[in-house]
Each structure stands twice: as C-alpha cells, then as structure tokens.
Nanobody
Framework: QLQLVESGGGLVQPGGSLRLSCAAPGFVLDYYPVAWFRQAPGKEREGVSC????????NYADSMKGRFTISRDKAENTVYLQIHSLKPEDPAVYYC?????????????????????WGKGTLVTVSS
C-alpha cells in the first residue's frame, strides 16, 4: 500500500507563498501520477493540480490556475505544490493523492474518486 505524507503547511500572511511537499517513504513516487486536493471546513474536497510520472506533464483545475505550481523532484522522491500570493480562499487542509496502478491514464485527472491513496493532509492557514 502506497503511503503518502504531506508536509510544509503552516500559517502564512496574506500575499505570502508556501511550498507543500508530498513524500512516499519506501516507494518510488516518480512512477506515480500525483494529485493535490484541498478541503476547507464544511466544504467539499476540491482538486488543485496533478502531475504525471517521469517527465511529468501537469494539469490544473480551472479555478486554481495562476497561483499554483506542481512539480516533482526525482532525486528527492517528492512532489511539490507551490502556492503563490495566498488569498483568503486558500486556507484548507491540503492533501496529496495517487491512483492505484490499475488505473491507466494518458493524462492525470484531478478527481477524488480516481484516487486510491491519500496522505493525512497538511493545514494551510492565512492570517495577518
């Protein structure tokens, strides 16, 4: 079972930036598509971005375009989500997730229903 661990969340001032990390101890994360989601209290989980294995083409939810950058570092066995210019709507628990290997995808999809492995999340808050 793939184990995902997020880190990097915290309290950030409005307009600040934050880089979240997704690691998979004991697994080669570079082999997996990885997606980022977020969920604010009382709201549905929403997709942010995803990245394909290897060279890693990327995809972003329409509402997330512009201030989010997903990337991966093979050497670090880590997938990142850079959040720029944090706004009031950004605070949430951010999760990374991955589909099981049985799901064949030509392009990653930012769909919670298509994910089989989830991290426990990392909390991002915005406050002055």
């Amino acid at each position: 079972q793939l184990q995902l661990v997020e880190s990097g969340g915290g309290l950030v001032q409005p307009g600040g930036s934050l880089r979240l990390s997704c690691a998979a101890p004991g697994f080669v994360l570079d082999y997996y598509p990885v997606a980022w989601f977020r969920q604010a209290p009382g709201k549905e989980r929403e997709g942010v971005s995803c990245i394909m294995p290897g060279a890693g083409s990327t995809n972003y939810a329409d509402s997330m375009k512009g201030r989010f950058t997903i990337s991966r570092d093979k050497a670090e066995n880590t997938v990142y989500l850079q959040i720029h210019s944090l706004k009031p709507e950004d605070p949430a628990v951010y999760y990374c997730a991955a589909p099981g290997s049985y799901r064949v995808q030509a392009m990653c999809r930012i769909d919670p229903a298509g994910m089989d492995y989830w991290g426990k999340g990392t909390l991002v808050t915005v406050s002055s």
